[in-house]
Structure formats: C-alpha cells, structure tokens
C-alpha cells in the first residue's frame, strides 16, 4: 500500500481480555517496528523485525506482549491479559533499509484503552 | 540503542518568533534524524543528518549536525501555526532500535 496501515484504529477492552493489533507496512520495507505512546509521552520501542532475522523483542515490557510477522509483510502485537497500564497508542513504523536511512514510515497508531 | 536528551521539553512562542529544539548525546552518534508529531497524530520523518557539521535547510527549517557528532538542533525561523507540534530527535543507523527523544513540544500563539 501507499503507506503503514493499523488496524484497528480504536480498540477499548476490558481488564484482563487479550487483544490483537495489526500492522500492514509499505510494499517493500524489509524492516518494521512497533512503538508504544502513553498519552504526552515519548516512544517507546517494542519489537523489530528484519525480513526472515530472529526478531528483537528487548523492547517487550512484560511476557504479555508479543509480536509475530507472517511473509515478512503483515505484523500483528498481541497483548495478554490487558492491564490498564497497557493503555496508550501503539505505533508501527517501517523503513526500507535496516538502518533506516530513509526515514521510518509511520502509520496512524492503534489507540488501547482497557478499562 | 543509544540515548538522546533533548530541551527544552515545552516552548511557547509567538506567531512569527524563531525556535529551536536542541538533542544532546554524551556519545558520538553515527547519524541523527527529526521527526514531527502533529497533535493527534503520528510522527513523520523530516530529515537525516548523517556528517560532521552538516547543515540542512528545508524552507524555514535549518537542521544542524555538531563537528563532534554528539549533538544536533533544529532551528525554525518566523515561526507559523502550521508548526504546531512535537518535534523528536532520533539517533539512527548503527542501531536498528530507533531511540526517540523525549520530544519538544511547540505551541505557537497566534
């Protein structure tokens, strides 16, 4: 697609559900990454991929996350047993080299909030 | 992945003033790049800065690089509402794990 695609764009969820977060990157970023927001907040990394690479998940703040990419295209976050600290948008960024020299695409972020 | 500071944290400016966010590293930096986060919305890449001294300009942004790699600021002239925003610097390359700074958030009275 023309850019980083989220879905969905809202997610309310209650204490202790499980959710799923998708994110479609650009036709071609070899490299994609998840980044967490809390409301007037900075980013926070998560996870990394690199094509077929083990990924990096030193970013991951508890066992309850966890990120898989299908095809070295589609990602999708999964977060266990929700907690309301959990609550905060969800960035997924790709780039197209591993360094990102180009610039990190970011798409519109997945808004949590678990209540 | 490398740690970035950046001031200040929040800047009020009036409509036309300049303004300039600075990004300190105590370590050399292989290369830097800015990013703007509108309200509501998601960071967008602006520019990389990758050489000693480097300076970019892009309409009435100036991005600059220092000589020792460790620090960078982003500068804009005549400030507009339009420039409304938080701004993050970002240490690149060398580390895939983009570290963000904590921002510098710009509000421009009109």
């Known amino acids: 697609g023309a850019g980083v695609s989220q879905s969905p764009s809202n997610k309310v969820t209650e204490k202790g559900k499980d959710v799923e977060l998708r994110c479609d990157p650009i036709?071609?970023?070899?490299?994609l990454y998840w980044y967490r927001q809390s409301l007037g907040q900075g980013l926070e990394f998560l996870i990394y991929?690199?094509?077929?690479?083990?990924?990096?998940k030193s970013g991951l703040p508890s066992d309850r996350f966890s990120a898989e990419r299908t095809g070295g295209s589609v990602s999708t976050l999964t977060i266990q047993r929700t907690q309301q600290e959990d609550s905060a948008v969800y960035l997924c960024?790709?780039?197209?080299?591993?360094?990102?020299?180009?610039?990190?695409?970011f798409g519109s972020g997945t808004r949590l909030t678990v209540v | 992945g490398q740690q970035v500071m950046q001031i200040p944290q929040y800047q009020h400016v009036q409509e036309g003033e300049d303004f300039t966010t600075y990004c300190n590293s105590s370590?050399?930096?292989?290369?830097i790049q800015w990013y703007k986060q509108r309200p509501g919305g998601h960071p967008v890449f602006l520019i990389q800065?990758?050489?000693?001294?480097e300076v970019k300009k892009q309409k009435r942004l100036t991005f600059q690089f220092g000589e020792a790699k460790k620090n960078s600021s982003l500068h804009i002239t005549a400030t507009q509402t339009t420039d409304v925003g938080t701004y993050f610097c970002a240490p690149g390359a060398g580390s895939y794990q983009l570290t963000f700074g904590k921002g510098t958030k710009l509000s421009v009275i009109p």
């Open positions: 036709s071609g970023h070899t490299a």
């Open positions: 370590t050399t930096l292989s290369n």
């Open positions: 800065l990758v050489k000693s001294g």
């Open positions: 991929f690199q094509g077929n690479s083990a990924p990096d």
């Open positions: 960024a790709s780039s197209l080299t591993r360094t990102g020299n180009y610039g990190y695409t």
